[in-house]
């Protein structure tokens, strides 16, 4: 009895775990990295490849709280320009000012060094709503 509780009290441990430092990605091309409770903000590379040389990035205000599915800021390349909207809801503690000055480095390390916004999260069951790194691989070989 006291290891079938154990594991039960470790599964969910780690169920916890794996959910505050997770990746998401959503339809739209965007990606939420959650640890703790905050979250960083992307393009993938999969959108980065499809704008070319991004030149200019439109950062969102400090402090302003956003709805799943608002915009949060644009990203510019020689091609197009491409809205980035807050998969799920927050309120924005840091922006990545490096972009500013080297927008590039969306194309350079777009799922890292290349992050657009940090917020705090405000509402965790929306992340269910969110695709893992497996699901969007598969919605990408379905042609997305």
């Not at 040389?53 to 491409?82: H, M, N, R, T």
């Not at 927008?103 to 290349?114: A, L, Q, V, W």
């Not at 992050?115 to 405000?122: R, S």
Request: proline residues 3%; hydrophobic residues 40%.
């Amino acid at each position: 009895m006291a290891l079938r509780l154990t594991s039960r009290v470790c599964l969910r441990q780690l169920y916890a775990q794996r959910r505050c430092l997770s990746m998401y990605f959503t339809e739209a091309h965007e990606w939420v990295k959650v640890e703790g409770n905050k979250f960083r903000i992307g393009i993938t590379d999969h959108a980065q490849a499809a704008l070319g040389d991004v030149v200019f990035v439109e950062l969102p205000e400090l402090d302003s709280e956003l709805d799943a599915g608002e915009e949060i800021g644009s990203v510019e390349s020689v091609k197009a320009v491409g809205d980035v909207h807050c998969p799920v809801g927050g309120i924005v503690q840091a922006v990545n000012e490096q972009l500013l000055d080297k927008p590039g480095m969306i194309n350079s390390s777009p799922e890292d060094e290349g992050w657009i916004a940090e917020l705090e999260l405000t509402d965790s069951s929306e992340l269910d709503d969110l695709m893992d790194r497996d699901g969007y691989a598969a919605f990408l070989a379905d042609g997305a």
